[in-house]
């Protein structure tokens, strides 16, 4: 029997999603290349596994400086939380200051880097170090001019580290983000695993991604994954990875509208997705209070994301409805976030939902509208961060509520209908429906997963009291496409009304 | 002429060892008039001075005294580039002399 587990060994690295994309981390006893243009994050890569190997994994780390002085590296490391001194006293850290001097250097015939190997082999025994990270090997080729000879050598010393049992990360730059692995080709002899780290501008935001493109002996997910850097270091948002492994509730919610409740067959499941897609002003924002509102009452917590309204401005139409969201927020059932889409790239707001929704613990999500975010994004992004977003909440139990506004009046699909219609278990449609002249709104269970709804467009109408649900339409058709039509009562129908009068 | 204090830093007793010693020898000999300090350190013996030095490549050769502090790399086998870095110039090279010696 093969196992793959038992073929190669990994190691973790501690970055987030990282040994997910990787199936365990980086390959054990081989030598990893880290390539990224300038400023794609290398040096924190490199910071992170550091720190966290010493911290979590308890693992001695070498760390090879080549570009910047020692003293910058740990100062910059400190910002982080990453007490670098207090590694190397707790005999947990060696770090080899090979950055350029400033004392000119002068050329006078044949010479190797046999000091920089004996300095890393002697440190890598004093300290039992399992780990090497030299960062960034390209700031050699600048300091000796002499890219032959530093290739060679650069491979003596990953050689050497090999033989010694050490699993080596280098780090190098590349100049275009498609384009040649690294500048001076030094991943045609390091040929274990490359990673790419690549900073993208695309309309006008920057996306990082990361991209296993090689690991030797090694399964690995392919293609590029979105991460994102904050105070605590390097999130990998691994999409493709994520299982399709949610466990199903049978348990039901309230939407916190009785005839909305009757329409979804009792309720929404407390694990669902819901997605309410209607034009502007079709009473999105409404149902959205109105579920907040319920589950508040039924004293269940809350994160409300809006992306369209101010806090002012939410809490003002919520009370019009009859909802206090500022006393749920007093009571800490509630939290509202108001952020603009613009704020940041996906993303951050993927990490920032995930790092509220773990500090809130939140029973339900409200995102007022999801597709104010498809402006900030490329298509492909915005699928990225919907899968992300949406795979969270339900392996964190949490039942979602997320609004599409459609791109015009009659309805219509937008680019969030397109993608999480299949990931959502509930979608409700709202539509006007213009009736003699008179702009009508209708209400429908277009999908409801595992349980029986109604299939019937009903009207429905706002008032001070909230939303209510009336009776179905009668002789009008083709609502949902958003080209309402009167067609004939049928013959019963009309003989109905004949004997009423 | 002030006194010469010079490090030596190599890698085993490799044939590049051998002759940046005796390279350095005959420099310091022929132009220093004896009035130097020459010390030849073996990083595979004392790391640790590697690490305090910063040496990286091997053989370095530092000029400690008189300042200031230079580093020369290699086998010390080009004289003049030595002498140039020892900020000694024995000779002044003709200047309309292009191309090889």
Request: charged residues 25%.
């Amino acid at each position: 029997m093969v196992n793959v587990d038992t073929l190669t060994d990994k190691i973790p690295t501690g970055i987030e999603g990282f040994e997910h994309i990787t199936y365990g981390g980086l390959t054990t006893g081989k030598t990893s290349l880290v390539v990224g243009t300038s400023g794609t994050g290398k040096t924190m890569f490199a910071m992170e596994v550091l720190s966290k190997g010493v911290t979590i994994f308890n693992r001695p780390v070498v760390f090879v400086t080549l570009e910047e002085p020692s003293d910058d590296i740990k100062n910059n490391a400190l910002k982080m939380g990453w007490d670098l001194d207090r590694y190397v006293t707790d005999k947990m850290l060696k770090v080899i200051d090979a950055s350029p001097d400033p004392v000119p250097l002068e050329k006078t015939g044949d010479y190797d880097l046999s000091g920089l190997l004996t300095q890393i082999a002697h440190s890598v025994k004093e300290i039992k170090a399992e780990v090497v990270i030299m960062d960034s090997i390209g700031s050699l080729f600048y300091q000796f001019r002499d890219v032959g000879l530093i290739r060679r050598e650069i491979f003596r010393i990953v050689a050497t580290l090999k033989d010694l049992g050490v699993t080596t990360i280098l780090t190098a730059e590349r100049t275009q983000e498609y384009g040649p692995v690294s500048k001076h080709g030094v991943e045609e002899f390091i040929t274990d695993n490359v990673i790419i780290l690549r900073n993208v501008l695309e309309e006008e935001k920057c996306r990082r991604t990361i991209q296993i493109l090689k690991m030797r002996g090694a399964l690995h997910s392919k293609g590029e994954f979105p991460f994102t850097m904050s105070r605590t270091g390097i999130h990998i948002i691994p999409l493709s990875a994520a299982e399709l492994k949610q466990t199903s509730s049978n348990i039901r919610v309230s939407s916190g509208n009785n005839d909305l409740d009757e329409m979804t067959g009792g309720g929404f499941f407390r694990d669902a997705i819901v997605l309410v897609s209607g034009p502007t002003g079709s009473g999105k924002t409404l149902m959205s209070a109105t579920f907040t509102g319920a589950a508040c009452e039924n004293k269940e917590k809350v994160l409300l994301l809006a992306y369209e309204e101010s806090r002012e401005q939410l809490l003002r139409n919520a009370m019009s409805w009859g909802e206090n969201f500022q006393n749920y927020e007093n009571e800490e059932l509630m939290k509202i976030i108001c952020v603009y889409p613009e704020a940041m790239g996906l993303e951050d707001h993927l990490l920032m939902i995930r790092t509220e929704i773990e500090k809130f613990k939140p029973d339900r999500l409200v995102i007022d509208s999801v597709s104010a975010l498809e402006r900030i994004a490329t298509v492909k992004n915005f699928r990225e961060f919907v899968i992300g977003l949406t795979s969270f909440v339900k392996e964190e139990n949490i039942c979602s509520l997320l609004t599409s506004t459609t791109p015009r009046l009659s309805g219509g699909d937008s680019v969030t209908e397109q993608h999480i219609s299949t990931i959502t278990d509930i979608i409700i449609l709202l539509r006007y429906v213009e009736i003699n002249g008179v702009l009508r709104r209708g209400i429908s269970v277009i999908k409801m997963r595992g349980s029986q709804h109604d299939k019937q467009i009903r009207e429905f109408s706002i008032d001070t009291g909230g939303l209510h649900i009336a009776e179905p339409f009668k002789n009008i058709q083709n609502i949902v496409l958003g080209i309402p039509s009167q067609s004939a009562p049928s013959e019963s129908e009309q003989l109905g009304e004949m004997f009423k009068k | 002429m002030s006194k010469f204090a010079l490090k030596l830093y190599i890698t085993g007793k490799t044939s590049k060892s051998e002759r940046a010693i005796n390279n350095l020898k005959n420099i310091c000999d022929e132009e220093l008039g004896g009035q130097y300090e020459m010390k030849v350190i073996d990083v595979l013996e004392r790391p640790q001075l590697a690490e305090d030095e910063k040496i990286l490549a091997t053989p370095t050769l530092i000029k400690e005294l008189p300042p200031p502090l230079r580093r020369i790399i290699g086998d010390l086998s080009d004289k003049e580039k030595v002498l140039l870095g020892l900020d000694l110039q024995p000779y002044i090279k003709p200047p309309q002399k292009k191309g090889g010696e």
